[in-house]
């Protein structure tokens, strides 16, 4: 049996995003299998509890909506059947994929209950950039990341990392700090339209129309992300292109570091027309927002993965990606890279493809032959694949 | 004999090595015996540093200059009375005047540092001078000074403490060392009487309440088993736990960590140990204590799944060795930390630096045999044996005092003739321009003039309210009148230390009124103070 953590998810307020999607995608496909039972993290009772049915059911209905709700609170109600020696046992695995950071006492019952029932411990693990890049948080954050990473990887028995890139830090952190050996293979998320034909279909015409079209770019706004830089590029693009201008559209929350940065874009008169920042967009605006817009371009210093690249691909639209970290490994030659550092190089290729539609086209073309989008059902059969493999269920 | 032992700091409450050693020789004379006084030599600033009892004789040097240097350059902390000295910057003769009233046979210096003020003295008294080294200081002192000073200063405070301790070694009746090899250092100097007293310890005790208490705060920070690691605030407890363990205790397992007792602490957080990225990994990972008493520190041991020795640097030879080796429990150490006990070199697991991290985690995550070697050589280890060879050692060698004459000889102060001095205290001076604190010191000036009437940075203005409070409170509840006098003493030391031997007095102290009239007209008024204890007496005697 597979105990498969959905704390995080509970937890999350607004339409799944970053960690909270992977958590709502992989349940998706969970919620069929009868080897894996829900559990989450109950504070009060400093223990792991099982979700019940009921529990289960409005799990079940808040991932068919495309606006999850949990109406009558039923997810947050902490249900009494423990994970405790009598419940769980050392054929079993805990499958753990959220956000421990900052969560002593999460870290502490995870530790607990290995130590009471012997249970086999693999976690999901997505970056581990607090520490790689501890400047582009927020204060303290990479301190408190740092703690929850050394012992989750002590606990754990196994580790699934998100990209080769991923997998590398982490071996690479483990060596640095003499951590034990703890296995790592890598998974591949999916990357698959969130939303049924029907929908999707829907979201499509529900697209607001801009003059010039728009690029778009998704994830928080954070310094790690870059977004001064497409800053910077669209003041130039603005100067240059005049008022055949494209818009930016960015999709994310407001995340560290950019407090000033969203200021200034909001009061730039030469931007502040062209730069659009929508949050908590759910599910149908997303696929809206991907296939209305010209191209996508991400502009990351480093990333665990680079979710919205794939996404990007999976629904035809041609991106621009940063050259580091594991960016490079979702594509290939199928998309164009630029140093996040060079502003001047991430002006070229973006103005090289507003200007030249028929090499967009191109590249689109490509995308669709060649590109291959990961469904989530893979990704979940995934997991059990590496636990079967290595014989840790049958 | 009458002995005068002469140390640089108070050695009435030993928690460190040194004050340790300094103890546990005198207590050996003492039974031997021998009639021995001991003088701390210091001024205000030093002093303040370490805490005295009631046991401690304390000379202060009434010199303010010297108290603002060491606040400047705490690293010359030791050098500096014979600096002063040598420059004529400060008065010794109230000191002399208190060491002939003793009318001493034996001079005992633990240091080297304060040869130059005693010099005259024990020539013109013809006393018998022995240098009880603690380690080379000439080579323990230019290494910290090199981490610490400009290379100029460094170079010419080396020099300095080089030129000091030469003229003591050339000018010593007998030298007493810590080791086998510093013996062989100084027999080559110079051709002089030795003896070889290696640090030793008390075997350790478990005390039950203790045990107690330090049993609550592992269960709060989760520890089941743990390393045991004490040192005071010295530069190569430092370097040698850096060097060893790294900044970050990443390499430990969760509910394993280490138990840091003593000074060292302190270093470490003035080194952000506990801030930073692996901040909180290194305190979910460390338990710290500043000022253990003996009783915690020794239940500490006793309970230590494993007791770390990661010396890589230093001289003479290490207390916590000794001790280590007489708790019987498992030892994790550096080659270097067993320099003066490699007889028990065995007893340990001695690992390089690079390797150390590996066999910590190793020795805490399997369950350690304590060790059952014969305990038939382990007496040398303890002071109780070291101490009385020491006594009858030293008594032997006075009686011959064929080494006297050679003082005589080299009256030409030999090295510290040719010291350039100016240059030192040019240097001394820039040294000040250039720390960091010397503008905090001269902001704080007005507010530490108004409350304690001399130059102090803000930060020891800050804590010594703080503990003056701390006393207030104590004072009100605190029976013995004695204990509360010896704490006034202890914060008003310097040149308030006379104010309050005449405020503090016992009839003022005998009840919560008198206490506190003493506290609030210290810290606030003298004159307030003086008008508030003579209507209590008057009150009194009505």
Not at chain 1, 18 to 46: C, D, E, N, W
Not at chain 1, 289 to 295: D, E, M, T, V
Not at chain 1, 301 to 311: D, H, N, R, S, V
Not at chain 2, 95 to 102: K, P, V, W, Y
Request: net charge positive; charged share 25%.
């Amino acid at each position: 049996m597979v105990l498969f953590d959905v704390e995080t998810l509970l937890r999350w307020k607004g339409p799944p995003a970053g960690i909270p999607r992977v958590i709502a995608q992989l349940s998706r496909q969970f919620l069929q299998s009868r080897r894996i039972r829900f559990v989450t993290y109950s504070q009060r009772k400093h223990a792991f509890v099982f979700l019940n049915k009921g529990q289960k059911r409005v799990l079940a209905s808040m991932l068919s909506a495309a606006t999850p709700r949990d109406p009558g609170g039923m997810l947050s109600q902490e249900g009494d059947n423990l994970c405790d020696s009598k419940t769980v046992s050392r054929k079993d695995i805990f499958l753990g994929c959220g956000v421990p950071w900052g969560r002593r006492q999460y870290v502490d019952c995870l530790a607990k209950l290995k130590e009471e029932t012997g249970c086999f411990v693999s976690y999901l693990i997505y970056d581990i950039i607090p520490v790689l890049l501890p400047q582009t948080y927020g204060s303290g954050l990479p301190a408190i990341f740092a703690e929850a990473l050394v012992d989750l990887l002590w606990i754990s028995d196994h580790i699934f990392a998100i990209s080769e890139n991923t997998k590398r830090d982490l071996q690479n952190f483990m060596q640095f700090n003499q951590i034990g050996s703890v296995a790592v293979t890598t998974v591949r998320l999916g990357d698959s339209p969130f939303l049924p034909v029907r929908q999707r279909a829907a979201a499509f015409s529900a697209a607001r129309e801009y003059a010039n079209g728009y690029v778009l770019t998704v994830g928080t706004i954070e310094a790690r992300k870059n977004h001064r830089l497409l800053y910077e590029v669209w003041r130039r693009l603005s100067l240059s292109l005049k008022t055949k201008c494209p818009s930016l559209l960015i999709v994310g929350r407001k995340g560290w570091l950019t407090n000033d940065l969203v200021v200034q874009m909001k009061a730039d008169p030469l931007v502040n027309r062209l730069i659009e920042i929508q949050s908590d967009v759910d599910d149908q605006r997303l696929e809206s927002a991907y296939r209305n817009s010209l191209f996508t371009v991400y502009p990351s210093f480093y990333e665990g993965w680079g979710l919205p690249i794939a996404e990007s691909l999976a629904r035809g639209k041609f991106c621009l990606a940063s050259n580091s970290s594991s960016m490079r490994e979702i594509a290939g030659d199928l998309i164009e890279y630029f140093d996040p550092y060079s502003i001047d190089q991430a002006y070229a290729v973006i103005s090289k493809y507003l200007r030249y539609p028929q090499i967009l086209r191109r590249k689109e073309a490509q995308i669709r032959r060649r590109y291959r989008p990961r469904p989530w059902d893979m990704t979940a059969s995934e997991f059990f694949r590496q636990f079967e493999g290595r014989g840790w269920i049958t | 004999m009458r002995i005068l032992q002469i140390v640089g700091y108070p050695i009435g409450r030993p928690l460190q090595g040194g004050p340790k050693r300094c103890s546990a020789l005198r207590k050996a004379l003492v039974h031997a015996g021998h009639c021995v006084r001991t003088l701390c030599v210091s001024y205000a600033n030093s002093v303040a540093n370490y805490g005295t009892s009631r046991s401690d004789e304390v000379f202060l040097i009434p010199s303010k200059e010297l108290n603002d240097t060491e606040a400047m350059a705490p690293v010359l902390e030791d050098v500096l009375p014979a600096l002063f000295f040598l420059s004529k910057e400060i008065d010794v003769g109230k000191l002399m005047a208190r060491c002939e009233r003793f009318r001493p046979e034996v001079l005992i210096l633990e240091h080297p540092f304060l040869w130059p003020l005693f010099r005259d003295y024990c020539i013109s008294q013809r006393i018998f001078v022995v240098y009880s080294s603690h380690n080379v200081e000439s080579s323990l002192k230019r290494e910290l000074y090199a981490g610490s000073l400009s290379p100029e200063s460094a170079e010419i405070f080396s020099r300095l403490v080089s030129a000091i301790e030469s003229q003591l070694v050339l000018d010593a009746s007998a030298i007493i060392c810590v080791t086998e090899a510093d013996r062989k250092y100084w027999g080559i100097k110079a051709k002089k009487r030795s003896l070889v007293v290696p640090n030793a310890s008390d075997r350790p005790v478990r005390d039950e309440e203790s045990a107690r208490v330090l049993q609550s705060l592992l269960d709060k920070r989760g520890f089941k088993r743990y390393a045991f690691f004490v040192g005071s605030d010295h530069d190569p407890n430092l370097v040698g736990f850096a060097s060893c363990l790294g900044d970050n205790l990443s390499f430990l397992p969760p509910h394993k960590g280490i138990l840091v007792m003593g000074g060292v602490r302190n270093a470490l957080a003035r080194q952000g140990f506990w801030e930073g990225l692996y901040g909180n990994v290194n305190q979910a990972r460390t338990l710290s204590m500043v000022s253990p008493d003996d009783k915690m520190v020794e239940t500490a041991l006793l309970g230590a799944s494993v007791v770390l020795l990661p010396i890589t640097r230093g001289a003479g030879s290490n207390l916590k060795t000794a001790q280590a080796i007489l708790s019987a429990k498992p030892i994790l150490a550096t080659e270097f930390s067993f320099r003066g006990y490699s007889d028990f070199a065995a007893r340990a697991r001695i690992s390089k630096p690079e390797d150390f991290r590996m066999a910590l985690v190793e020795m805490l995550e399997t369950e350690q045999i304590p060790c059952t070697c014969a305990e038939e050589n382990e007496e040398v280890l303890t002071w109780q044996y070291q101490g009385g060879e020491y006594a009858v050692a030293l008594e032997e060698m006075f009686k011959t005092r064929g080494v006297l004459s050679a003082m005589e000889k080299s009256r030409a102060m030999g090295q510290l003739e040719h010291f350039d001095l100016k240059q030192a205290m040019r240097l001394l001076h820039n040294q000040g321009d250039a720390t960091p604190g010397k503008a905090c010191a001269n902001n704080a000036t007005s507010t530490s003039h108004r409350v304690f009437g001399r130059q102090q940075t803000f930060g020891q203005v800050r804590f010594r309210i703080f503990r003056m409070m701390a006393v207030l409170f104590s004072a009100l509840s605190e029976d013995d009148d004695a204990v509360f006098i010896d704490e006034i003493q202890r914060i008003l030391v310097g040149d308030s230390i006379a104010t309050a031997r005449r405020y503090a007095t016992v009839d003022h102290a005998r009840d919560s009124w008198g206490r506190l009239a003493i506290v609030l007209g210290i810290l606030f008024s003298r004159r307030f103070a003086k008008r508030l204890l003579s209507r209590m007496t008057r009150s009194r005697s009505a």
